[in-house]
C-alpha cells in the first residue's frame, strides 16, 4: 500500500526558510518520479518541482527556480523541498504525489499523479 505523508510546513516571515518531507512507504521510491505540488486558495494544484526516477534530473517551476531545491535520499525513502527566501505568494498546501509508471518520466500535470500525501500548510506572512 503506497503512503505519502509530508510534515515540516508552518508560519514563516517573508524572506525566511523552511523544509518539508515527505516519507515515502509500500513501493521502491529509486524507481518512480516524485513531485511536489501546491495549492494556493482559490487556485489550481500547480506543480513545482519533479525528481526524476533514479534522482538522475530535477525539474523545477519557473516562480520557484533559485528559491527551491528538492532532493531524495533513497535509503530513507524520503524526499524534501528545501525552500528559501519565501515569498507571500508560495502561502498554499504542499503535496508530494508519485504514479505507477515505474521509470516513468517527471511531469506537471496533476491528473497523471496516482497517490498523493495529505498535505501540509505553508504560509508566509509577517
Known amino acids: 500500500q503506497v503512503q505519502l505523508v509530508e510534515s515540516g510546513g508552518g508560519l514563516v516571515q517573508p524572506g525566511g526558510s523552511l523544509r518539508l518531507s515527505c516519507a515515502a512507504s509500500g513501493f521502491a521510491m529509486d524507481y518512480y518520479a516524485l513531485a511536489w505540488f501546491r495549492q494556493a486558495p482559490g487556485k489550481e494544484r500547480e506543480g513545482i518541482s519533479c525528481?526524476?526516477?533514479?534522482?538522475?534530473?530535477?525539474y523545477y517551476r519557473s516562480s520557484v527556480k533559485g528559491r527551491f531545491t528538492a532532493s531524495r535520499d533513497n535509503a530513507k525513502n524520503t524526499v524534501y523541498l528545501q525552500m528559501s527566501n519565501l515569498k507571500p505568494e508560495d502561502t498554499a498546501v504542499y503535496y508530494c504525489?508519485?504514479?505507477?509508471?515505474?521509470?516513468?518520466?517527471?511531469?506537471?500535470?496533476?491528473?497523471?499523479?496516482?497517490?498523493w500525501g495529505q498535505g501540509t500548510q505553508v504560509t508566509v506572512s509577517s
Open positions: 525528481l526524476s526516477s533514479g534522482g538522475g534530473d530535477t
Open positions: 504525489a508519485t504514479y505507477k509508471g515505474y521509470k516513468g518520466a517527471c511531469t506537471f500535470i496533476a491528473r497523471t499523479y496516482d497517490y
